[in-house]
């Protein structure tokens, strides 16, 4: 009697490494076919001047928006700078900013850097006056400028 519970057991630990194994590897052949930009990386400022992506390669750039660089140009064009202290980038954009989008204030951009430029095709803006993308403020504080949203400077 013992025998054949244990020839069971045996069976669905089987059939359950199977159906676990072919999981994976079915999730594995998803991620290997999905488009290449649908994995977009985060970049400051300071490491795309550094080090210039390919301009087929669409990434997030985040910092803050450098004050007086905002020059709203025909129509919805918009141009700025965006820095984390360290760099600044020259960022594009066509389209109608968010409302809480102004200089000083944090932002992240999508897009691809190009000539020089960083063309963006979705702006990012804080959502209150203490909101910052986590990316920007680590950004922000390797480069050792990051200022609490109590004022306070802080450092890692």
Known sequence: MSSGLTSLKKRRRVQV???TMTSIALVLVMLWFLPDDSFQFFRSPSEVTEAPPPPNERFRIGGLVEEGSLVRGQG???????????????????GLLPDLFEEGQGMVAQGN??????????ILAKHDETYMPSEVVDA?????????PDGTAETN
Not at 142 to 148: I, K, L, R
Request: net charge negative; no cysteine.
């Open 17 to 19: 490494m199977w159906l």
């Open 76 to 94: 919805e064009q918009i141009s700025f700078l965006v820095t984390d202290g360290g760099a600044s980038v020259h960022v594009v954009y066509t």
């Open 113 to 122: 850097y190009v000539n020089g430029r960083f063309e963006a095709v979705e």
């Open 140 to 148: 922000l504080k390797e480069q050792g400028v990051y200022q609490a």
